[in-house]
Nanobody, 126 residues
């Protein structure tokens, strides 16, 4: 069992930066976080995976955030981070961290996520 607790987010003007953090706690001995990542969901839109990182540190990004967002994972501190730079109004959404026990590929997907963070709002104004 894994508990994910998010922090960060907020409001920023276009071109600004924000950092999201997600602390995880594992109950038990098994590593149930071989793949971790971030989703976002804008009003009226489907939730989409935007960044993922595996246990070896390999990262994958959606085209919409590539070159602007950086995902990182500190296993010693049990923290997943999403650094978001050059934010645009279209980045406005609720952001969720997630973990998968048995990933099907390099990007997190709704159907294979086992654990979710509580969500945090990011608002980018023009």
């Amino acid at each position: 069992q894994v508990q994910l607790v998010q922090s960060g987010g907020g409001s920023v003007q276009s071109g600004g930066s924000l950092t999201l953090s997600c602390s995880w706690r594992i109950y038990g001995d098994a590593d149930e976080t071989p793949l971790m990542g971030w989703f976002r969901q804008a009003p009226g839109k489907e939730r989409e995976g935007i960044a993922a990182i595996d246990g070896d540190g390999s990262t994958t990004y959606a085209e919409s955030v590539k070159g602007r967002f950086i995902i990182s994972r500190d296993k010693a501190k049990n923290t997943l981070t999403l650094q978001m730079d050059n934010l645009k109004p279209e980045d406005t959404a609720t952001y969720y961290c997630a973990a998968e026990k048995a990933p099907c590929g390099p990007m997190v997907m709704d159907v294979t996520v086992d654990y979710w963070g509580q969500g945090t709002q990011v608002t980018v104004s023009s």
